[in-house]
């Protein structure tokens, strides 16, 4: 059996546009030649595959069978070609990827997700840390770049940040807690209430602690406290325990209804998120590509992050 591909694609316009004239002028070719290549094909199959009507032409059951799989056939092999591209320019190898909580939880999945439909010829280190300890690691050379949150390093000549987006603070809690009838909550009168946090020492923790400082308010004294954005998660959704979170880090939860965030009477300044590399460093093409994947995940449309002498 003698099938041509371009035969297949021929009968795949046809269903796209319902007509013969419009699928030949689509394809660039005449109206019969386009008849006489949908007859050829019937020829070979033995099988009707179009029926012709005053109002235009319909793709018979095993037409769109065989359309479908047409389609799928184009698909596959835009995929190879654009693998085989990439295993070209050097998309290959493994990249080290450092994130806070935030990044690995949502964001770095799904670029990675998003890679791996273009290319297989690749793996990944993924590194969940605080901003300090991943500034660390990048430095030492154990990371090829972290996303984190990074206003530091605006004029900071050793490193380039691409802002990617701003977090915003909420108070998370689970959907049935009694505090969760409120519209907005103020820091000073959570005092007494259960909360979970991060550890001492991280950014994020020293904001808060600052905030409570600032304004004269005693910090809770009853918090769990675990590195663990899952852990943390966790217990959210078991007890009353309340946190202040990103509310990008809970859309799942709060899609599912298993928890609700309130907003803060005395909100936490944004805290902007962005891609972090070294500038005395050349950045892989995997790297490259992670970089300007991430930002269109994000809806940037930007190039990869370029090196900047502040």
Same mark, same amino acid.
């Given at each position: 059996?003698?099938?041509? &591909? ?6 795949? #316009? ?17 109206? %019969? ?5 949908i007859q050829r094909l019937e020829d070979i199959l033995k099988v009707p595959l179009v029926e012709r009507g005053r109002?235009?032409?319909? $793709?018979?059951?095993?037409?769109? $069978? ?5 389609? @799928? ?28 909580? $935030? ?13 791996? @439909? ?6 990944? @280190? ?27 390093? /605006? ?10 987006? /701003? ?12 505090? #969760? ?7 000073? #009168? $959570?005092?007494?209430?259960?909360? #979970? ?22 910090? %809770? ?6 590195? &663990? ?23 799942? /939860? ?29 950045? &892989? ?5 992670f970089c300007k994947t991430v930002i269109e995940q994000v809806g940037i449309q930007q190039g990869p992050p370029k090196?900047?002498?502040?």
């Open positions: 059996m003698n099938l041509e &591909s371009r035969q297949l694609r021929h009968l795949a #316009a046809i269903g796209r546009h319902g007509t013969f004239v419009s699928a030949a002028k689509a394809l660039g070719m005449s109206q %019969p030649a386009l008849s006489l290549s109002n235009g032409a319909i $793709l018979t059951e095993a037409g769109r $069978l065989l359309a479908c799989r047409s389609e @799928e056939m184009d698909e596959t092999i835009a995929a190879v070609v654009r693998e085989i591209e990439l295993t070209s320019q050097g998309i290959k190898g493994k990249l080290r990827i450092g994130g806070t909580p $935030l990044a690995t939880h949502n964001i770095i999945p799904a670029t990675i997700s998003l890679i791996l @439909e273009q290319t297989k010829d690749v793996a990944f @280190e993924i590194v969940e840390a605080t901003d300090e300890d991943l500034l660390d690691l990048l430095d030492r050379g154990l990371l090829d770049l972290v996303i984190c949150a990074g206003a530091q390093f /605006e004029n900071d000549a050793a490193h380039s940040f691409t802002p990617l987006f /701003e977090a915003k603070t909420v108070v998370a809690m689970r959907s049935d807690n009694p505090l #969760a009838k409120h519209s907005s909550l103020s820091l000073d #009168a $959570l005092q007494d209430e259960m909360w #979970a946090l991060p550890p001492s020492g991280g950014t994020f923790r020293k904001q808060i602690e600052a905030l409570y400082v600032t304004n004269g308010w005693t910090f %809770p004294k009853r918090v769990i406290q675990t590195a &663990s954005i899952a852990t943390l998660l966790k217990i959210v959704r078991l007890t009353d325990a309340i946190s202040l979170l990103s509310e990008q880090l809970i859309l799942d /939860e709060l899609e599912l209804g298993l928890m609700k965030c309130i907003k803060l009477n005395h909100p936490l300044a944004p805290r902007v998120f962005g891609v972090l590399t070294r500038n005395d460093r050349m950045q &892989s093409n995997l790297a490259n590509l090196r900047q002498t502040p």
